[in-house]
């Protein structure tokens, strides 16, 4: 898969770091061992992070910047880490989707990053794009129905969007029958490290928990 960042996210975000999980994976309906890991983390954010203090992470501060420069309201459209981790503090519980997608929502919060995860075999063409969302373009937020995303950053396959920061599309979500991964993460902070210690941590995460040998990641910007 190539990935392309338009001029219009460099413009607004000169230094974007993104990176891109491809692999071969098993997904299952339910890990107790992840989930054990998600609570564990969880009780962490309750111990030192408030719902104002959540939004200094360097991940979600820089995805909220973005979002106000491109002129969309991040407490209106928060990006996922951020509403991950406010969902935890403010004592509800997290969905519990499938071991996909539960892992990607763990390596998320852990490194504060947005993270799209998608079925690589529904994409259309061989070439994902970075770019703003524009008026009336039509997308569907998985479970929340047709979305604005106008002013939001966006991947697009061959015939539209696919993931959002706040929300990746139906059309080419995870289900229990994927078996090939592409996963996203948007370093709008520019910290390639930790990019790539979010990305790897993914890799850890298919190995131990659906049947993968881990893949491989690229650094884009």
Sequence with gaps: MEIIVSNEIENVCPNFIGACVEAKVKNSQYCQDLWN??????EEFKNKLTIETLKEISGIAATRRIYRICGKDPSRY?????????RILQGKTLYQIDTLVDLINLASMKYGYSLGGFDADK?????LELGIGKEGEPYEGIGRGMINIQGLPVYR??????GTPTSDNERTKITINTN????????????????????????????????????????YK
């Design 180 to 219: 090939h991964l592409l996963v996203l993460i948007n370093g709008y902070d520019g910290n390639e490290a930790l990019v790539r210690q979010n990305a790897e941590f993914v890799q850890q995460l298919i190995k131990r928990f659906c049947e993968s040998d881990g893949g491989s990641y690229f650094i």
């Design 157 to 162: 396959d061959g015939i539209g969007g696919v």
């Design 123 to 127: 994409f259309v063409g061989n070439t």
């Design 78 to 86: 928060r990006p996922a880490a951020e509403a991950l981790i406010r």
């Design 37 to 42: 890991e998600i609570n564990t983390l969880g």
